[in-house]
């Protein structure tokens, strides 16, 4: 399968713990994305890479956030001090570079925290 | 603040009937969108995308339709079927990353 792949699907953490999802993209996508999505709600967009550039951020994305892709190949999103209203599916996409191509998602890590 | 929106939360249809599903978005610029399909426990999955120089695109069952003078989409299912129930967002990738809040459409065997 050469589909987004996500790492873990599941993570239960206490609050205060640190967690860091995986995202391994499509091989040929120079595009990366992070996106939250909560319970009833659309995906929210929080970060996206250009191979490894770090391109643009959301609001959303607090200081305890934080986002790597350091060979432009897979990505980790890591969360420090976890509080729990960061209970949530966190989504990865990829696609190819330039203008309006579309984003291929991966089935997402849930993060529950107790 | 921009946005992208559905008309309707929910959507029942009876099996074999056409399904539509509707999408305002605010922002005039706007020029790439796509809708995805969700199941339940999975990430979105692409079904089908339109730019902004097209009013129409069809794919197997479905047809896209854009409105660009009201700012509205529309996604329509043919022939609808169980396996369809799954709730559909419309994102306006173009120049923003906007999903809306998904119109969840239940097939009624």
């Known amino acids: 399968d050469t589909g987004v792949s996500q790492d873990p699907r599941h993570k239960i953490t206490k609050r205060g713990q640190n967690v860091t999802f995986r995202c391994d993209p499509i091989?040929?996508?120079?595009?990366l994305y992070w996106y939250r999505q909560t319970l009833g709600q659309g995906p929210e967009f929080l970060t996206y890479?250009?191979?490894?550039?770090?391109?643009?951020k959301s609001r959303l994305l607090s200081d305890r956030f934080s986002a790597e892709r350091p060979k432009g190949s897979f990505s980790t999103l890591e969360i420090q001090r976890t509080e729990q209203g960061d209970s949530a599916m966190y989504l990865c996409?990829?696609?190819?570079?330039?203008?309006?191509?579309?984003?291929?998602f991966g089935d997402g890590t849930r993060l529950s925290i107790l | 603040g921009e946005s992208v929106g559905l008309h309707l939360p929910t959507l029942s249809v009876q099996e074999g009937d056409n399904s539509i599903i509707n999408c305002a978005y605010s922002?005039?610029?706007?020029?790439?969108f796509i809708w995805y399909k969700q199941e339940s426990g999975k990430g979105p999955q692409f079904i089908i995308d339109?730019?902004?120089?097209?009013d129409k695109r069809q794919g197997q069952r479905v047809t896209v339709l854009l409105n660009k003078t009201v700012k509205h989409l529309s996604l329509q299912i043919a022939a609808t079927q169980p396996g369809d129930s799954a709730v559909y967002f419309c994102?306006?990738?173009?120049?923003?990353?906007?999903f809306g809040t998904g119109t969840s459409l239940t097939v009624i065997p």
């Open positions: 996409a990829s696609s190819l570079d330039g203008g309006n191509q579309p984003q291929h």
């Open positions: 091989s040929e996508h120079n595009r």
């Open positions: 890479f250009q191979n490894e550039a770090q391109l643009e």
């Open positions: 922002n005039s610029a706007s020029d790439y």
């Open positions: 339109i730019r902004s120089n097209m």
């Open positions: 994102a306006d990738v173009g120049n923003q990353f906007y």
